[in-house]
């Protein structure tokens, strides 16, 4: 049994914001492994996040952000259940991340239920022509065209994307982390994007 020093429950904070006994029980279970804990502090955030999913958001903030030259603008509405977490730099740093996130990333919505049928629909017929196109016999074509339909929903639905400050972790990935952080149920409640010139 590897002996669990402060300085490396210290280390395991920094690298995963959880708390001190999350940390020590992380680097007790996993016999000191570094990489091993922030795995099982993940896997634990991703349990606690699916506990708190029945829960109430009726708090939360609005947060915004303007690209330089003030060409992109984003609103997003995040919303947790008390007015406590709410103030919390965690909670706010998070709904400002995911502004800056939409901003850079444009997504058709937050999950694949928000995109437009009309959107699945063109984009249906778009990989259905691209697969006759390139000569896929028929009996296939239903299956190339979910495979593309999958990939547009991780590419443009928010909470799939790859996060743009960290593209090893999905928008999700980062909400649970701050779900296991904060102890309360989140979401990404709405957004708006302006682009200057855009319809």
Do not use: W
């Not at 929903?153 to 799939?160: F, T």
């Not at 999905?170 to 979401?187: M, P």
């Amino acid at each position: 049994m590897a002996e669990i020093s402060a300085a490396m429950v210290k280390a395991l904070r920094e690298k995963s914001g959880a708390g001190i006994m999350d940390c020590k029980e992380a680097l007790a279970s996993c016999d000191g492994d570094m990489e091993k804990a922030v795995d099982f502090l993940r896997k634990k955030g991703l349990a606690t996040a699916a506990k708190r999913a029945g829960r109430a958001t009726s708090e939360g903030t609005i947060q915004s952000y303007i690209h330089l030259g003030g060409k992109i603008g984003v609103m997003v509405e995040v919303d947790c259940e008390t007015d406590f977490v709410a103030k919390t730099d965690a909670f706010i740093e998070f709904a400002k991340n995911v502004a800056m996130h939409i901003a850079a990333t444009n997504p058709v919505g937050i999950t694949a239920e928000d995109v437009p049928q009309a959107v699945i629909n063109r984009e249906k017929e778009i990989y259905r022509a691209q697969a006759l196109e390139t000569g896929k016999p028929e009996k296939m074509l239903d299956k190339i065209v979910e495979g593309k339909l999958n990939k547009f929903y991780k590419d443009s639905c928010l909470m799939n994307q790859a996060y743009v400050r960290d593209p090893e972790k999905t928008i999700s990935d980062y909400l649970n982390e701050v779900v296991a952080k904060t102890g309360e149920k989140i979401t990404i409640k709405r957004f708006a994007r302006f682009q200057v010139g855009a319809e």
